[in-house]
């Protein structure tokens, strides 16, 4: 079956980066493209970007251009998510979800918390 | 950017009861949207994509309807786990956006 396993929580400083990993199994990892979505405590769902791992083609939201970094290692069917410049209002639990055949999130990973503060 | 607002912000109901949950987009996205599920400390769940889909191994309680710009997501009897916050969320532009939610709370 698919799985998106993440990495663990992290406590950063503000101006700081994180780079965030998802690994993926249960299927044919290059077949599909990668989503990251953010949550901030008690809010909505919020769209980072996407990676195509295929070939590492990335599209971000316009609100993150510039900070955030979107890879894939393909010999470990791992995706990255790393933000740079971190502020207060980044912490949030990030997920990483699969772009399923029919085009929607179909498979998500467990979410991983990043804190940023002083 | 496509901008979708969900209604209500709240629905209180009790099991058994129909729920029915709007989502609006800001211009015609055709039928490209989705529903999620998300319960506390959990990731959502995918229930209905291209507005009236079920997604594998959702029950069929759960049915959606919809198309350009008004979207509907009705469960027609309310379980005891179908309590959550729900989100709609389109694919039929960039950047992919997702409503603010509904929450469905015991009554």
């Known amino acids: 079956q698919v799985q998106l396993v993440q990495s663990g929580a992290e406590v950063k400083k503000p101006g700081a980066s994180v780079k965030v990993s998802c690994r993926a199994s249960?299927?044919?990892?290059?077949?599909?493209?990668m989503h990251w979505v953010r949550q901030a405590p008690g809010q909505g769902l919020e769209w980072m970007g996407i990676?195509?791992?295929?070939?590492?083609?990335?599209r971000y939201e316009q609100k993150f251009q510039g900070r955030v970094n979107m890879t894939r290692d393909t010999s470990t069917s791992t995706v990255f998510m790393e933000l740079s410049s971190l502020r207060s209002d980044d912490t949030a639990v990030y997920y990483c979800?699969?772009?399923?055949?029919?085009?929607?999130?179909?498979?998500w990973g467990q979410g991983t918390l990043v804190t940023v503060s002083s | 950017e496509i901008l979708l607002t969900q209604s209500p912000a709240t629905l209180s109901l009790s099991p058994g009861e129909r729920a029915t949950l709007s989502c609006r987009a800001s211009?015609?996205?055709?039928?490209?949207l989705a529903w999620y599920q998300q319960k506390p400390g959990q990731a959502p769940r995918l229930l209905i994509y291209?507005?009236?889909n079920r997604a594998t191994g959702i029950p069929a309680r759960f049915s959606g309807s919809g198309s350009g710009t008004d979207f509907t997501l009705t469960i027609s009897s309310l379980e005891p786990e179908d309590f959550a916050v729900y989100y709609c969320?389109?694919?039929?532009?960039?950047?992919?956006?997702f409503g603010p939610g509904t929450k469905v709370e015991i009554k």
């Open positions: 979800a699969r772009d399923g055949t029919v085009g929607y999130f179909d498979n």
């Open positions: 249960g299927y044919t990892f290059t077949t599909h493209y």
């Open positions: 990676i195509f791992p295929s070939g590492g083609t990335t």
């Open positions: 211009q015609t996205i055709s039928r490209y």
């Open positions: 291209d507005a009236s």
């Open positions: 969320q389109q694919r039929g532009n960039w950047p992919r956006t």
